[in-house]
């Protein structure tokens, strides 16, 4: 249980990367607080974590792109449970637009959820984390090699490693570690929703099609003690199809 009495909020918690990583954190012993923009989805997601074996979740309707309920959402963590031991940025967005037709609006939504909440709740864990705590940023190997369409996404996930090169050196000294996954093509809506790969522009092998879990086991063993020597890693969660772009 490497988790028992600690404490761990998942943003983007309801479904896919988020849903599978609370509750393979449950299953170890966490407290989950599941932070979500949607509030039907997180009163779906409860049971689920639950069951899923967390002592205790709390769901807190939060639009990750507004500090304002960001801290809210950490302070009703604190309140409850008295401590916060673990944040995994996951929440994100991604749209399909040609460069030339992308505005200004549209880059300030994308870059809003998919960097700046990123940035928002790693503020708050250090204000409020003690040594041993971990913070964990979901990227995506977008951030390394892409496609056409989603240039807003590809460059916030980018600057979502640069954060956690930064957050990593600023960090260590509070004894707290930041560390990254860059999830490929895993098995949720914001994959067969793309619309290159609807098209086919994007070809998709069936084996380099990862799970949800995948992702999920691999943002555990950073969140863990067992990763207490791992600090500014981004771990590749694809199946090694990055190597065959």
């Known amino acids: 249980m490497r988790f028992q009495d600690q404490v761990a909020i998942v943003t983007g918690a309801a479904s896919g990367i988020g849903l599978a990583t609370a509750k393979r954190l449950a299953s170890e012993g966490a407290r989950i607080v599941i932070a979500d923009i949607n509030q039907a989805s997180i009163d779906q997601a409860v049971p689920q974590v639950q069951q899923a074996g967390a002592p205790e979740v709390l769901g807190s309707k939060c639009d990750v792109s507004k500090e304002d309920e960001v801290t809210a959402t950490v302070q009703a963590a604190l309140a409850k449970f008295g401590r916060l031991d673990v944040v995994v940025n996951n929440a994100g967005l991604m749209q399909f637009k040609p460069l030339e037709q992308l505005t200004g609006d549209d880059w300030n939504r994308l870059l809003s959820v998919d960097l700046l909440g990123a940035f928002y709740f790693t503020k708050q864990a250090f204000l409020h984390m003690k040594p041993g705590g971990a913070v964990v940023n979901v990227s995506s190997i977008h951030a390394i090699e892409t496609e056409p369409l989603v240039a807003p996404y590809a460059a916030a996930k980018a600057a979502v490693l640069s954060l956690t090169r930064s957050s990593a050196i600023e960090g260590k000294p509070k004894g707290l570690r930041i560390n990254a996954v860059l999830p490929g093509a895993i098995d949720t809506p914001m994959l067969w929703d793309n619309p290159n ?36 890693a981004m771990l590749h969660v694809d199946g090694g199809r990055l190597d065959n772009l």
């Open 197 to 232: 790969v609807k098209s086919g522009v994007e070809k998709i092998n069936p084996a380099d099609v990862g799970k949800p879990e995948d992702v999920a086991a691999a943002i555990a063993y950073l969140a863990s003690s067992d990763a207490q020597f791992v600090q500014g």
